[in-house]
């Protein structure tokens, strides 16, 4: 064996112990390298086709994206150094089984081919997406350190010029330039394996800043993360409208499902205050709530939770850290160790069991309003400095003559629904403030535009309210009845604090602009149906739910059952039509007066069936000559014997005839026997 391929094993050996250590699960690595190990003996090699690599790669990537379905890997919670995805963790097993297969390919001898260790980088940079410190931090520099080193070793033993040459004395100079060669190796190893992770805040920054140049390095993730610029949410829009971000069981349409609230206004921006705390979890839920719901998991309280009647919210989300709600959510069940909340009752969850939903309870009798102190109050009336005071004129003007928050919330409303016209996007003039000059010049517009001019107006007129991102959901799959939230559903609204009613929503964004009911194509929606009943599924069967898998892969199984029946129907009369066609093909082939006698064989065949007297498989005409008690139709069978392996000529047609008429004959009888 070459000294590369001693090279390949300690690159994928390197690769394996990486995989190992970050996800503490040596199975799979240990079993990598003994099979690895194995490749150094020849009789195991096997020289595989293009066609055989193609179908090896597309099955070892349905078996390993089969495995990530039904049993995704599960990271400790109580770890840092992990692998934030198991998805990663899937696609870099498939790709070190690919490199893998290469060692035991006979094409590959002596020689390796130079995409081997770059399916390593690839390994890499997928396992790379960690949170490391500590001891693993170093054992991941020296792994990665050790990995470049290896990678410039691999490529020098696997150099273009691999052909034996006669030993020629070589200058210093040719051992110089080697030394340097390594020395550059090992500076790039070393920088590859200490920079990232000492400049991670840098470079994800300089991501961000690529990503979203407008927000200085802050990504807006669309109006769901602490900071939402003006026009971030539409992006949802854009690309993606149709993909599916909530589904939700329930008897009661959701509506307003928040997803984050904002405080503070500036630079065309709002931001929410930074601090959570957790959420009392209850060992019981209270009184009244009848539910079915996942066993494990706990129960959180947030607020009042008497009630005798409840809404609930069976919620399956794609962000398992944004626990979506509305207002005034009082209980939750969520598979997850703890739940934080906000100063403005924003859920969120660290350590939210991905794949699994949670679920929200609501009084069905709205309770009276928890009383607010001044001091939160007092924050959500803080106006951006410097706003034009031509914006306080209009408020002034809106508001004349209102003496209560009730009348204030429904003035504003009213003011913009029927003063202003929703559109996708706004054009502002360059030097102008965008909420200044939407306030002032009344342009069309979209729901961020109006939730905040909306929360700006309010806090001018003395209501306290804050500015809240979400989804409202009114779409419902008429197959599986789960409501849906897609990304075309995302919207901007207001929540003010009236004194009677305690916290409202505003809605001042005109009806054309608010999510409504209309759904996809049919197709679109059974298609839907059937990945939330797959998800629903894959739960029962983690949680070991049997009953409950069978009742979800009702429909899932019967159309597999039917899919593969369909298959091998239509592979049958495809075998059934190419033989036949073959048949006739053969039957073609032989003389005319042969073709014909074959079709009074055939005819004689099909009138004896009727009357229950059948020739067995192998057996001879003149054999069954033999057990039919008619002379007449013996005899039949017997000349046709005789006449079958006869030349053309005119006693075969005159004997053909003769076969022709006692076969007319023998059709008028009643009785053949």
């Known amino acids: 064996m070459s000294s590369q391929r001693t090279v390949a094993f300690i690159l994928i050996s390197l690769e394996c112990a990486t995989l190992g250590i970050l996800s503490q699960t040596l199975f799979f690595s240990a079993s990598i390298v003994l099979l690895a190990a194995l490749s150094y003996l020849p009789i195991l090699h096997y020289s595989f086709s293009r066609r055989q690599v193609f ?24 770890r840092t150094e992990m692998i934030r995805t198991p998805l990663a963790y899937a696609a870099a097993q498939f790709i070190i089984a690919l490199q893998l297969r290469q060692l035991f390919d006979k094409h590959f001898i002596p020689f390796l081919p130079n995409s081997f260790p770059l399916l390593g980088i690839l390994v890499f940079i997928l396992i790379g997406d960690i949170q490391v410190h500590g001891s693993i931090n170093v054992y ?35 051992y110089l330039i080697r030394v340097n060669f390594f020395i550059v190796i090992w500076l790039v190893g070393w920088l590859t394996a200490t920079g990232l992770h000492r400049y991670e805040r840098e470079l994800d920054q300089l991501y961000y800043r690529l990503i979203e140049p407008r927000t200085s390095g802050m ?22 409208a149709q993909q599916v971000k909530l589904r939700i069981k329930s008897s009661d349409e959701p509506g307003y499902m928040r997803g984050r609230a904002f405080v503070q206004f500036f630079n065309s921006e709002w931001h ?17 709530v009848k539910t079915e719901i996942i066993p494990e998991g706990n129960w959180f309280q947030i607020g009042q939770a008497n009630s005798s009647d409840w809404i609930e919210y069976e919620v399956w989300s794609t962000s398992p850290e944004h626990i979506y709600a509305p207002l005034n959510t009082p209980l939750v069940h969520a598979v997850a160790e703890n739940i934080q909340i906000d100063s403005q009752n924003i859920l969120t969850s660290r350590t939210m069991e991905y794949g699994y939903p949670y679920a929200l309870f609501l009084p069905r009798k709205q309770l009276p309003p928890a009383p607010e102190s001044v001091v939160s109050l007092r924050r959500l009336l803080q106006l951006p400095f410097g706003f034009s005071p031509r914006v306080q004129q209009l408020a002034n003007q809106i508001f004349a003559d209102c ?30 403030d965008p909420l200044t000059y939407f306030l002032l010049e009344k342009p069309n517009a979209h729901c961020e535009y109006f939730a905040s001019g909306t929360a700006i107006l309010l806090r001018m007129a003395g209501v306290p309210c804050r500015y809240i991102t979400g989804y409202i959901v009114r779409e419902r799959n008429v197959y599986d009845q789960f409501w849906v939230a897609r990304s075309r559903h995302a919207h901007a609204w207001v929540e003010a604090w009236d004194e009677q009613r305690g916290w409202v929503t505003v809605e ?108 067995k498989p192998g057996e001879t005409l003149m054999q069954f000559s033999r057990r039919i008690q008619s002379q007449a ?41």
């Open 403 to 432: 003496q209560t928050s009730a009348e204030k919330i429904n003035r504003v409303q009213n003011y913009f629904q029927n003063q202003y016209e929703y559109e996708i996007g706004i054009k502002i003039p360059q030097g102008n």
């Open 55 to 78: 179908w090896t790669t597309s099955i070892l990537a349905i078996l390993f994206m089969v495995k990530y379905m039904l049993s995704p890997h599960e990271f400790g919670q109580d």
């Open 633 to 673: 139709i013996a005899q039949w069978y017997q000349n046709y014997a005789c006449s079958r392996f006869m030349p053309e000529s005119a006693e075969t047609n005159e004997l053909i005839l003769q076969l022709k008429q006692q076969l007319l004959e023998f059709r008028q009888k009643k009785s053949l026997i």
């Open 219 to 240: 990504a807006s993730r669309a109006g769901f993360s602490t900071i939402s610029k003006l026009g971030s949410l539409t992006k949802q829009f854009d690309s993606d």
């Open 272 to 288: 929410s205050e930074i601090g959570n705390q957790n959420v009392a979890s209850i060992g019981l839920p209270p009184a009244g």
């Open 140 to 174: 991941y520099q020296i792994f990665v350190f050790s990995y470049v080193l290896m990678t410039g070793v691999f490529y020098q033993f696997g150099h273009v010029v691999r052909s034996q040459k006669s030993k020629v004395k070589k200058k210093w100079v040719v």
């Open 508 to 615: 001042s964004t005109p009806a054309a602009g608010r999510p409504d009911q209309n759904t996809p194509a049919g197709v679109r929606q059974y298609w839907e149906s059937l990945i939330g009943q797959y998800s629903r599924l894959k739960t029962a069967l983690q949680r070991g739910e049997w009953v409950l898998a069978l009742s979800e892969a009702q429909l899932p199984l019967a159309l597999l059952i039917c899919g593969v029946a369909l298959w091998f129907g239509f592979r049958r009369i495809i075998q059934i039509c190419q033989k036949r066609l073959q048949e006739r093909a053969l039957f073609l082939q032989n003389p005319e007066h042969v073709q014909e006698l074959h079709q009074l064989l055939a005819q004689m065949d099909r009138l004896l069936g009727k009357h229950k007297i059948v020739r």
